[in-house]
């Protein structure tokens, strides 16, 4: 059965870019392939300086993943820091990837280029690293995640190929899966850059728990293109583009397929905020049901991270095995 591998960092609220990049398609799998999710804390500690914040989050993400509709008897819902292996094989990653490599992450310098003058910890360097090793410990054949993410599931696959050339075949080569429409759901008040949590303009970003006046406020406020004509033509008209990307989406269209419906921004504008309030409101009511219960959420993450810990820890036994560490 293919196994699939994506995950997620608690750092700030879950938006309309990761549902539509990435749960979705995650939902989607559950049933025919084995699936594995991990909420990713330790990546999270690149970005937090705040005690007693995680913790909360990783609860708040967990409620979320399975609003979207991860069903926990199926998928495999684990927290990264739950299970050691992905540190341990984190370093073995360093250790196999180049300076220059890490050096040429798009992220990286996209990241870094707005914190100038801010601490910019190395975590936020080695990141892929750590990500290879999370992805590798599952010989996971599929990673489906949002297009911002394809560069660092490359570097995943040099840093597999390379170990097992040097040590001998241990891991499964995994591939990246983007899906049709909606792999880069962009910022509404800045077409050109994606949708993102770290954004700069709240009203840009569409949260899965903002309430459907706040949507359709933000979708009437989105920027377009200086003319009128609705056309998807994604380097001229980012704008409008960007919207009929996200109606398409929501609604299991073409983009180029849904502009023959419009001649004007306005209606638009419209219906893309109500086909995305009709996508996300029963999400939203389930997550509030959910967080209700916290012990529950606790033991659900429990028992995914002890099924996640059982397929890890068999990995990095076969890694150390491979290069031929002095076992204890
Ligand atoms: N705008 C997006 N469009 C499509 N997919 C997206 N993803 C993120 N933004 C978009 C996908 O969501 C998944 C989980 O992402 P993450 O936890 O790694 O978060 P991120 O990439 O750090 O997301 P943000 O919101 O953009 O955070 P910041 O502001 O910290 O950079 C991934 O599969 C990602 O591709």
Redesign the pocket.
């Known amino acids: 059965m293919t196994r699939v591998l994506?995950?997620?960092?608690?750092?700030?609220e879950?938006?309309?870019?990761?549902?539509?990049?990435?749960?979705r398609t995650w939902v989607a799998g559950q049933h025919d392939k084995d699936v594995f999710h991990g909420i990713?804390d330790l990546?999270?500690l690149t970005?937090t300086d705040q005690s007693g914040v995680l913790g909360d989050s990783t609860l708040k993400l967990a409620a979320m993943l399975f609003a979207v509709g991860l069903d926990p008897d199926v998928a495999t819902v684990f927290v990264q820091s739950h299970v050691p292996e992905h540190s341990q094989l984190g370093w073995v990653m360093e250790c196999t990837v180049s300076y220059g490599e890490l050096s040429r992450m798009t992220?990286f310098k996209?990241?870094t280029s707005k914190l100038e003058g801010q601490f910019i910890s190395a975590g936020l360097f080695t990141y892929p690293a750590l990500q290879a090793g999370d992805i590798l410990l599952y010989d996971t054949n599929e990673?489906?995640?949002?297009?911002?993410?394809r560069q660092h599931i490359e570097i995943t696959r040099d840093i597999a190929i390379r170990f097992n050339h040097r040590f001998g075949d241990t891991f499964v080569i995994p591939e990246a899966v983007?899906?049709a429409a909606?792999?880069?759901?962009?910022?509404l008040q800045d077409p050109t850059s994606?949708?993102?949590?770290?954004?700069v303009t709240e009203s840009g970003?569409v949260m899965m728990l903002d309430d459907p006046s706040v949507i359709m406020k933000k979708f009437k406020r989105a920027v377009t293109d200086s003319d009128s004509e609705v056309r998807y033509d994604v380097a001229a008209k980012p704008g409008v583009s960007s919207l009929l990307d996200i109606l398409a989406a929501a609604t299991g269209r073409t983009p180029s397929d849904v502009a023959a419906d419009y001649t004007q921004y306005g209606p638009l504008k419209n219906d893309t905020g109500e086909a995305v309030v009709a996508l996300l409101e029963p999400i939203r009511q389930r997550y509030t049901d959910l967080i209700a219960d916290r012990a529950e959420l606790a033991r659900l993450l429990q028992v995914g991270s002890e099924r996640a810990r059982a397929v890890a820890s068999a990995t990095l036994d076969r890694a150390y095995d491979a290069i031929g560490l002095l076992r204890a």
């Open positions: 994506s995950c997620i960092q608690p750092t700030g879950v938006h309309l870019g990761n549902y539509l990049g990435a749960l990713v990546h999270a970005v992220q996209d990241k990673v489906p995640v949002g297009d911002d993410q983007t899906p909606g792999a880069r759901v962009m910022d994606k949708m993102s949590k770290s954004t970003c």
